[in-house]
C-alpha cells in the first residue's frame, strides 16, 4: 500500500542521530528525521536556474531528435532534395535511421548502470553531451548510409545517458520546495524540444540537403550543454555518498559538498550550509548508505520496492499506447479535415504544443496538488479517451470528431500524469547507493518497452485492427491505475532522505 506521508511515525525508524561529537563521530543525540513542523530551504530561485537548466538540455537534445527525425526521413528519401544518390531506402532501413538513437539509447542505459555512481551525476552529463555532439556530427555530414546509422546509435547513446543523469543531478540538486517543478519541467523541456524539432524540420523540408540542417541544428546546444555542466559543481549528495563509503577524502569531500550548495542555493544559503552537510551525512548515515552498494541489493528491501515503483511506473508509461497513438495522430486528423493536405508536420506541431501547454500546467500545480492524484486523475482520463478512440473505429467512424475529442483528451491526460511524473518519481525514490543503478535499470525498462511497443504496433494493428487494438490499451490503463492507487506512494514537499526514511 502506498505511504500517506502526513502520517507520522514514532517508531525508531523515524529517527537520526545528528550533532558532532569532538572526535568527529556522529553524536547519540537522537531527532526526528521527518519533522512534524518540517523546515523549508533556504535557496535563491535564480540560483537553482541554471543547475536545472544545463541538465534539462539533455532532455531538450532528446525531444529535438524525435521532432527532427520525423521530417529527418521524409527529406532523406526525396529524389530532387536528399542531396545523396542512396536515397532509395527500404523500408527497413527507414526504420533503422528512426530506431537508431532509441537502441543507442538502451545501449546508453546498460553503460549508465556501471558508471553512474562512479563517475557521478555532472560528468555522465558531460559524456552525454559530448556524445550529442559527436553524434550530430556524424550524422549531419554522413557521406554515406552506414555512417549516417553510427551517428544516430552514437547520438542515442548520449539520450540514453542523459535521460539517466539529469532527473538524478535535478533532483539531487533542488530544493524539496521545488524539485517536483523542476523535474517535471525536464519533461516540458522534451516536448519543447519535439516541438522546435518539428519546427525547424518544416522550415528545411524543402531546401537540398535539409536533413543536414535539422540534425546539426542541435550542435550548439549540445556544446552549451557540455560547457554548462562543467561549470556546475558536482552534486552534493553524491560527494557526501563518497564520503560515508570511504570513496574519498573526508575533508575534502565535505568542503566541496558545502561549496556546491552554496552554489546551488545562492548567497541565502552560506551561512547554514555546513549545517546541512552533516545533516545530510546524519540522514545518509541512519538510512545505510555508509556501506557498499551490492547488485543483490537492487532486488532486496526498499530498493526493490523502489524497482516496483519506479519500473512499474515508466512500464505502464509506455504500454499504455503513448508511442502508438502518436504514431496514429496523423490519420486520425486528416480525417476530420485538420490536414487537407496530409502535412504531417503540421499536424505534429499542433500536437506537439497542446503537449507543451498540458505540461506547462502539470510543472506549475505538481508540487501543490502532489505526485498521486495527478496520476489518478490524468490515467483516468487516458482510460476514457483510449475506450473513446476503440469506439470510433468500431462503432462511430463517420463521426471523426469523436476521434478527434479523444486523441487531444488522450495527450492532454498523458501530459499532466506519466509524461512528466514518471521521470519525477523514478529521480526520488531510489535510495542514494543504489539510485545510479536503480534508476538507470528504470531507464532501460523505460525505451525497451518503447521498442517494443513501436515495432509490434502495425502488426497487432493488422492482426486485430485499431478498434480492438485500442480497446486493449484502455485494459492495460484500468490496470496501471490500480498500480497507483495501491503501490505509488506520495512524495511532495519530502526531501529524498525523508522519502527514504519513509520507505524503510
Not at 115 to 131: C, H, M, P, Q, Y
Request: contains cysteine; hydrophobic residues 50%; charged residues 15%.
Amino acid at each position: 500500500m502506498a505511504f500517506d506521508p502526513e502520517q507520522q511515525s514514532t517508531s525508531s525508524s523515524d529517527f537520526v542521530e545528528v550533532g558532532k561529537s569532538s572526535s568527529g563521530e556522529i553524536s547519540a543525540e537522537r531527532e526526528p528525521l521527518i519533522k512534524e513542523n518540517h523546515i523549508l530551504e533556504n535557496y535563491s530561485v535564480v540560483s537553482a536556474i541554471l543547475p536545472f537548466l544545463f541538465p534539462a538540455l539533455g532532455g531538450l537534445l532528446y525531444g529535438y531528435e524525435i521532432g527532427a527525425t520525423s521530417c529527418a526521413t521524409i527529406s532523406l528519401q526525396s529524389p530532387s532534395l536528399s542531396g545523396v544518390s542512396w536515397y532509395n531506402l527500404s523500408s527497413l532501413d527507414v526504420g533503422l535511421v528512426t530506431s537508431g538513437s532509441l537502441y543507442g539509447a538502451l545501449f546508453g542505459s546498460i553503460v549508465a548502470f556501471s558508471i553512474a555512481d562512479v563517475i557521478g551525476r555532472r560528468k555522465e552529463l558531460i559524456l552525454a553531451a559530448f556524445l550529442y555532439l559527436v553524434g550530430a556530427v556524424l550524422t549531419a555530414l554522413a557521406p554515406i548510409y552506414f555512417a549516417l546509422i553510427i551517428g544516430r546509435v552514437t547520438y542515442g547513446v548520449g539520450v540514453g545517458l542523459a535521460m539517466h543523469a539529469a532527473p538524478m543531478y535535478i533532483a539531487e540538486t533542488a530544493p524539496s520546495q521545488i524539485r517536483g517543478q523542476l523535474v517535471s519541467l525536464k519533461e516540458f523541456f522534451i516536448v519543447l524540444g519535439m516541438v522546435g524539432g518539428y519546427g525547424i524540420g518544416s522550415l528545411t523540408v524543402n531546401i537540398l540537403s535539409g536533413w543536414r540542417y535539422m540534425y546539426a541544428t542541435s550542435v550548439p546546444l549540445a556544446v552549451v550543454m557540455g560547457i554548462g555542466m562543467w561549470w556546475l559543481p558536482a552534486s552534493p549528495r553524491w560527494l557526501l555518498l563518497r564520503v560515508i563509503q570511504g570513496k574519498g577524502n573526508v575533508e575534502n569531500q565535505k568542503e566541496a559538498a558545502i561549496k556546491s550548495l552554496c552554489r546551488l542555493r545562492g548567497p541565502a544559503f552560506v551561512d547554514s550550509a555546513a549545517g546541512q552537510v552533516d545533516e545530510i551525512l546524519a540522514e545518509l548515515s541512519f538510512v545505510g548508505e555508509d556501506k557498499e552498494a551490492t547488485f543483490g541489493e537492487l532486488f532486496q528491501g526498499k530498493c526493490s520496492k523502489a524497482l516496483i515503483i519506479g519500473g512499474g511506473l515508466v512500464l505502464f508509461q509506455q504500454i499504455t499506447g503513448q508511442p502508438s497513438v502518436l504514431y496514429y495522430a496523423p490519420s486520425i486528423l486528416q480525417t476530420a479535415g485538420f490536414s487537407a493536405a496530409g502535412d504531417a508536420t503540421r499536424v505534429s506541431i499542433l500536437l506537439g504544443l497542446l503537449k507543451l501547454i498540458m505540461t506547462g500546467i502539470a510543472v506549475v500545480v505538481i508540487d501543490r496538488l502532489g505526485r498521486r492524484p495527478l496520476l489518478l486523475g490524468g490515467v483516468g482520463g487516458m482510460v476514457v479517451s483510449l475506450f473513446l478512440l476503440g469506439s470510433y473505429y468500431i462503432f462511430f467512424s463517420a463521426s471523426p470528431v469523436v476521434a478527434v475529442v479523444a486523441l487531444l483528451l488522450y495527450v492532454g491526460c498523458y501530459q499532466l500524469s506519466f509524461g512528466p511524473i514518471g521521470w519525477l518519481m523514478i529521480s526520488e525514490i531510489f535510495p542514494l547507493k543504489l539510485r545510479g543503478r536503480g534508476l538507470s535499470i528504470a531507464v532501460l525498462v523505460n525505451f525497451g518497452a518503447n521498442a517494443i511497443v513501436t515495432f509490434s504496433f502495425s502488426p497487432l494493428k493488422e492482426l486485430l485492427g485499431a478498434g480492438i487494438l485500442f480497446f486493449g490499451f484502455g485494459v492495460i490503463c484500468v490496470l496501471s491505475l490500480v498500480f497507483i492507487f495501491f503501490i505509488v506512494p506520495e512524495t511532495k514537499g519530502l526531501t529524498l532522505e525523508e522519502i527514504e526514511a519513509k520507505c524503510l
